[in-house]
C-alpha cells in the first residue's frame, strides 16, 4: 500500500476539502469530478489489472441508484404508490427519516450491486476478451430498456428521489463530501489491494489466466471477487449520484452507457490503464476536457469524444501514466540495467 | 402480453404478416452481418462502426432520393461511396490497430461510431427516415396481409448481392486472395499476396456490402443517426450465433433475427423490439459459454 506521500496527496487533501468554500459555484462539477475518478478506478480494477475489459460497468451503477432509490422510499412510503404519484402527492420526510434511509439505502446499494455482479460472473466469466466487452454492454443496454419498461418503479418517466430536508446549499456540500469520500475510500481500498496477494493474482490473470490457472489460482473466484469489488463502489456512487440530481431516469441518468459507461473506459485508457494513478490522471483530464468541450462546443462534443478514442486506443495505446513509465522509469522505482540498455 | 397472444391464435393471418416482414427485414441484417463475418473472419478485427455504415449508406440512398435520384439507383451509388469511404477509414485507422491486441480495434471502431453517428446527425438532424421509392403496396388475404413491393424488390436485390459476393469470393483472384490470408496470413505473404492490400479490399468490401444493406433498409424500414448500434449488435448477434465462414448459418440466424424481433416487438410491445436484440445477444453468448464450459469438461 502507498504510504502517504505529503507532497503527492497533501494538495489533493486541501484542494478537496477548500473546494466547496473557495469557488462555490462549481460546487457539483468538482462532486461529479470525485464520482468520475472513483469510476475510472473501479473500471480499472477490471480492465487494467485483470485484463477483462467491461464495456457495461455502469449496469452497477445503475443498480446502485434504483436499489438505493427504493430502499429510501420502501422505507417510509408504499412504492407503488409514491411512482404513481410522481410528485404529485407531497411525501415529505422528517430529517432523521430521511438521513436513516440515506445511510441504509447508501449500504443495499453496495452490496446488493455486489451481489448482482456476483451472480452475474458466474454466467459471464467463461467470456473472454470482446466477447467479454460485447457481452457487458450488452447486459448494460438491456437493463436500461427493461426499467425503461417496469410500471413499479416509474418506468421511463423516472423517478423522485426523496427530498432533502434543508437548504439547497447544505445538500450539495453534503453530496460533495460523500462523493469525495467515497473517491477516497476506492483510492485507498484499491490501492491496498493491489499490494496484496490478491492484486498479484489478478495481474497474473490479465497476464496469461491459463498459466495463472495452471499455478493453482481459482481464476473465477478472484475474477468474481473483482467484479465483486469494482461493483460495490460503482453501487454507492450510483446512490449518491442519484440522490444529488435528485431524480433517476432509466436511459438518461442511471444507465447512461453512451456517456458515462464510455467515459470510464476512456479515462482510464487516457490516464494509462493497469496503474493506480493512470485513472486518477485520466479522469481528472477527460473531465475537465469534457466540461470545456460541453460548454463551447456544443454539437461537436461527441466528435471531439470520439477523436479522442480513437487517438488514444491507435496512437497513445499506453496512456499519460504508461508513456511517463516509459520515460522516466527510475522515478517509478523501476531499475534499468545498464548494461542491457548500452547495446 | 397474453392478449396479444390470443390474437396470434385466433387470427393466424397476423403471423403470415409478422413472418413475412421478419424476413425481408431479416434479410438485409443477414446482407450486414455478412460483411461483419468477413471481416472478423479475415482480419480478426470486431467492427462495432458495422451498423453506422449501415446507416450511413442509408443515408447516402436517402439523400440522392431527395435530390429525384431514384433510391434504387442510389443503391449502386451507395455501394460505390462505402468502398471509398471503407478503404479512407482503413488506411487512417484499421491498419494501425491490427496487429494489436483486440480490444484495442473494438474501441476505436467504437469511438469511430461515436464519430460518425454525430456527424450524421449534424449533417442530416435527428430525424427519423425513410428513403420513398413509391412503389405500389398490395394487400393479400382479404386485406389481412400487406406488402409493399419494394419490400419485394429489396428481398430478391439481397439475394442477388449475397450470391455476387459469394461468387466473387469463390472465383475471383482477389477473392481467392482474401480466403488464402484468413487461412494463414504468413502463408499468403510467402506466397506473394499483399495482405496489406487485401485487408484494405476486405475491409472496403465490408463497408460497401453495409452501404447496399443501408441502401435497402432506408427504403424498406427507417433511418435515423443513432439506430448504427443496434444494427451493430444484430450483426454481432447473428455472428455469434452462426460463427464465421458459415454463410448459411448467417443467412438463417440473419432471417431468424428478423422474425424474432417481429414477433418479440408484437407480443411484448413496440418498446421491447430494442431489448428483444440486446437480450438475445446476452442469451446467445451465455449458450456459447456454457456450450464450451461443457466441451472443456469433456477434454479434461
Not at chain 2, 49 to 61: K, N, T
Not at chain 2, 265 to 294: N, S
Request: proline share 2%.
Amino acid at each position: 500500500m502507498e504510504s502517504f506521500n505529503p507532497k503527492l496527496h497533501l494538495p489533493i487533501l486541501i484542494f478537496g476539502v477548500a473546494a466547496p468554500f473557495v469557488i462555490p459555484g462549481v460546487t457539483i462539477q468538482i462532486a461529479v469530478l470525485w464520482v468520475m475518478v472513483l469510476f475510472a478506478l473501479t473500471w480499472d480494477i477490471m480492465g487494467g489489472q485483470m485484463g477483462y475489459n467491461s464495456l457495461g460497468n455502469i449496469l452497477f451503477f445503475g443498480s446502485g441508484m434504483y436499489i438505493s432509490a427504493l430502499v429510501q422510499i420502501s422505507m417510509f412510503a408504499n412504492v407503488s404508490e409514491y411512482t404513481a404519484s410522481s410528485g404529485a402527492v407531497d411525501f415529505t420526510y422528517t430529517n432523521s427519516e430521511y438521513f436513516w434511509g440515506l445511510g441504509w439505502g447508501i449500504l443495499a446499494a453496495g452490496i446488493g450491486s455486489a451481489l448482482l455482479a456476483a451472480s452475474l460472473g458466474w454466467t459471464l466469466f467463461g467470456l473472454r476478451g470482446p466477447y467479454f466487452a460485447i457481452g457487458t454492454l450488452g447486459i448494460a443496454l438491456t437493463a436500461g430498456e427493461l426499467m425503461g419498461t417496469w410500471e413499479w418503479v416509474g418506468a421511463g418517466g423516472g423517478l423522485a428521489m426523496p427530498v432533502y430536508p434543508g437548504s439547497a446549499d447544505g445538500k450539495s456540500l453534503m453530496f460533495y463530501f460523500m462523493c469525495f469520500f467515497a473517491a477516497i475510500g476506492t483510492y485507498l481500498f484499491c490501492s491496498w489491494l493491489y499490494s496484496t496477494r490478491f492484486g498479484l493474482a489478478i495481474n497474473a490473470i490479465r497476464d496469461d489466466e491459463q498459466k495463472a490457472e495452471a499455478m493453482g489460482i481459482h481464476t473465477l473466484r478472484y475474477k468474481t471477487i473483482a467484479w465483486s469489488v469494482s461493483a460495490f463502489f460503482l453501487g454507492i456512487s450510483g446512490a449518491l449520484f442519484g440522490n444529488m440530481t435528485g431524480f433517476v431516469e432509466p436511459l438518461e441518468v442511471a444507465f447512461p452507457v453512451a456517456t458515462f459507461g464510455i467515459f470510464m473506459v476512456a479515462m482510464s485508457l487516457l490516464g494509462g490503464k493497469g496503474t493506480l494513478w493512470g485513472p486518477i490522471l485520466g479522469a481528472v483530464l477527460f473531465h475537465i476536457l469534457k466540461e470545456f468541450t460541453w460548454t463551447y462546443f456544443l454539437g461537436w462534443q461527441w466528435v471531439a469524444l470520439g477523436v479522442l478514442i480513437i487517438v488514444n486506443v491507435v496512437f497513445f495505446q499506453q496512456g499519460i501514466m504508461g508513456w511517463l513509465m516509459e520515460k522516466f522509469p527510475e522515478r517509478f522505482g523501476i531499475i534499468v540495467d545498464k548494461k542491457e540498455t548500452a547495446k | 402480453m397474453w392478449d396479444n397472444i390470443s390474437i396470434l391464435t385466433a387470427a393466424p393471418v397476423f403471423n403470415i404478416q409478422l413472418i413475412l416482414d421478419g424476413l425481408f427485414i431479416g434479410s438485409t441484417f443477414a446482407l450486414a452481418a455478412y460483411g461483419l463475418a468477413l471481416v472478423w473472419g479475415v482480419m480478426n478485427v470486431k467492427n462495432l462502426a458495422q451498423g453506422d455504415f449501415v446507416i450511413m449508406g442509408g443515408y447516402v440512398a436517402w439523400w440522392l432520393g431527395k435530390q429525384g435520384i431514384h433510391p434504387l439507383w442510389g443503391l449502386p451509388v451507395s455501394i460505390v461511396v462505402m468502398f471509398v469511404f471503407g478503404w479512407v477509414v482503413y488506411v487512417t485507422i484499421i491498419r494501425r490497430v491490427i496487429d494489436k491486441d483486440m480490444f484495442t480495434s473494438l474501441l476505436a471502431t467504437f469511438g469511430l461510431a461515436i464519430v460518425l453517428a454525430q456527424a450524421l446527425n449534424l449533417m442530416f438532424g435527428p430525424e427519423v427516415q425513410t428513403a420513398e421509392s413509391d412503389f405500389a403496396i398490395r394487400s393479400y388475404f382479404d386485406n389481412s396481409v400487406t406488402v409493399a413491393d419494394i419490400k419485394l424488390v429489396a428481398f430478391g436485390l439481397c439475394g442477388v448481392l449475397a450470391v455476387a459476393v459469394v461468387l466473387f469470393m469463390k472465383n475471383s483472384r482477389m477473392g481467392q486472395a482474401i480466403r488464402a490470408t484468413a487461412q494463414d496470413a504468413r502463408a499468403a505473404r510467402v506466397m506473394g499476396i499483399d495482405t496489406d492490400k487485401v485487408y484494405a479490399f476486405t475491409f472496403s468490401l465490408n463497408a460497401a456490402i453495409c452501404g447496399a444493406a443501408g441502401a435497402l433498409i432506408s427504403m424498406i424500414w427507417v433511418i435515423q443517426p443513432f439506430y448504427g448500434i443496434g444494427h451493430s449488435i444484430r450483426s454481432f448477434v447473428i455472428v455469434t450465433a452462426a460463427g464465421f465462414g458459415n454463410l448459411g448459418g448467417v443467412i438463417m440466424a440473419g432471417l431468424g433475427l428478423g422474425v424474432m424481433e417481429q414477433y418479440g416487438g408484437f407480443v411484448l410491445g413496440a418498446e421491447f423490439q430494442q431489448a428483444c436484440v440486446v437480450g438475445l445477444l446476452v442469451a446467445v453468448l451465455i449458450y456459447r459459454q456454457l456450450e464450451m464450459r461443457r466441451h472443456r469438461q469433456v477434454v479434461q
